[in-house]
Nanobody, 120 residues
Framework: QVQLVESGGGLVQAGGSLRLSCAASGSIFLIYDMGWYRQAPGKQRELVATITSGGSTNYADSVKGRFTISRDNAKNTVYLQMNSLKPEDTAVYYC??????????????WGQGTQVTVSS
């Protein structure tokens, strides 16, 4: 009923930039928070950044000053602009949305993940 489709991952050299996008579609009544998480090989999934429907943001300390999260509520889309990328940013990046489907209760939904690889 709900799909989150990510795009924009890829291979980039250290110091470079990438922009991730995630579009939510389906039987959506209302989207609350949206965010990005990442999981590196052998590590647990961790929060990267979140943004509320009103535009308040929260970042992991490791990405503050380098990454910027934004959203377009009209398009049900969240973005992650990643600058000054480091090899330790290499991970699968997952989009998350807390939303209410039509006729349903709020719940958490995840995208399929997009690979970001930063070479040194």
């Amino acid at each position: 009923q709900v799909q989150l489709v990510e795009s924009g991952g890829g291979l980039v050299q250290a110091g470079g930039s990438l922009r991730l996008s995630c579009a939510a579609s389906g039987s959506i009544f209302l989207i609350y928070d949206m965010g990005w998480y990442r999981q590196a090989p052998g590590k647990q999934r961790e929060l990267v950044a979140t943004i509320t429907s009103g535009g308040s943001t929260n970042y992991a300390d490791s990405v503050k000053g380098r990454f910027t999260i934004s959203r377009d509520n009209a398009k049900n889309t969240v973005y992650l602009q990643m600058n000054s990328l480091k090899p330790e940013d290499t991970a699968v990046y997952y989009c998350n949305a807390r939303l209410r489907i039509i006729g349903g209760s709020p719940g958490d939904y995840w995208g399929q993940g997009t690979q970001v690889t930063v070479s040194s």
